[in-house]
């Protein structure tokens, strides 16, 4: 079992920069993969960015060149550094992470962005 706790959201001008973390507890050395996911109002939730444990690391089309997914596995901490941000980055960011075929999401995370 792995429990997660985000942190870093909230409101910043377009433009403008924020970090998310998000510390992992429990299980967290079985994790497999981690993932930042974010679900905008009416909308789908979407993949932002995801690292797996050999270190291969993907992202949203819409994301490239803005966003930094890293991992901290001393301090079982994933992290998204978000620049440039857009008025259309705006979204409850959530963390997830896998263990072998279970998904484990946190409580989300509020970022919004003003135009």
């Known amino acids: 079992q792995v429990q997660l706790v985000e942190s870093g959201g909230g409101l910043v001008q377009a433009g403008g920069s924020l970090r998310l973390s998000c510390a992992a507890s429990?299980?967290?050395?079985?994790?497999?993969?981690m993932a930042w996911y974010r679900q905008a109002p009416g909308k789908q939730r979407e993949l932002v960015a995801s690292?797996?444990?050999?270190?291969?690391?993907t992202y949203a089309d819409s994301v490239k060149g803005r966003f930094t997914i890293s991992r901290d596995n001393a301090k079982n901490t994933v992290y998204l550094q978000m620049n440039s941000l857009k008025p259309e980055d705006t979204a409850v960011y959530y963390c997830?992470?896998?263990?072998?075929?279970?998904?484990?999401w946190g409580q989300g995370t509020q970022v919004t962005v003003s135009s």
């Open positions: 429990g299980s967290a050395a079985s994790i497999n993969a």
């Open positions: 690292i797996i444990s050999g270190g291969s690391i």
């Open positions: 997830n992470a896998r263990i072998l075929l279970t998904m484990t």
